[in-house]
C-alpha cells in the first residue's frame, strides 16, 4: 500500500511539473516587454546619473588636494615666521659678515684763525 501512495504522489507531482512546463512559453509578452524597456531606460539612466556622480567627486577630490597644498604651504611659511620672530632682533645671524659697522664719526672743523 506504502507504493501506491509513493506512486500516486509521483504521478501528481509529475503532472504538476509537466503542466507547468506547458503552459510556459518562450516569448515575452507585449507587457513584459514595456517592463523590460523601462528597466532598460532606468538603468541607463542611474549609470549617467553615477557617472555623473563619480566626474563630481573626482572634481572634488582635485579641488581638496589643491587646498591641502595651498595650507600646507600657508604652514610652512607661517613656521618660518615663528622661527623668525622667535629669533628677533637677530633674524639674520649672519648680519655682521654682511653688514660692516658704521664708520667712526667725522672730527669736528677746527677754526683757522684768520688774519685781519
Do not use: Y
Request: charge should be positive; hydrophobic fraction near 40%.
Amino acid at each position: 500500500m506504502n507504493s501506491l501512495k509513493q506512486w500516486i504522489a509521483l504521478v501528481a507531482i509529475a503532472a504538476v511539473v509537466t503542466g507547468g512546463l506547458s503552459s510556459c512559453s518562450n516569448k515575452a509578452t507585449e507587457e513584459q516587454m514595456k517592463t523590460l524597456r523601462e528597466l532598460d531606460q532606468s538603468r541607463d539612466a542611474l549609470r549617467m546619473d553615477l557617472d555623473r556622480a563619480m566626474q563630481t567627486l573626482r572634481d572634488a577630490q582635485g579641488k581638496l588636494a589643491a587646498q591641502d597644498r595651498e595650507l600646507a604651504d600657508c604652514n610652512q611659511q607661517t613656521a618660518a615666521v615663528k622661527a623668525g620672530l622667535a629669533q628677533w632682533p637677530n633674524v639674520w645671524p649672519d648680519a655682521a659678515d654682511w653688514n660692516p659697522p658704521p664708520p667712526p664719526p667725522a672730527p669736528e672743523p677746527t677754526k683757522k684763525k684768520g688774519r685781519k
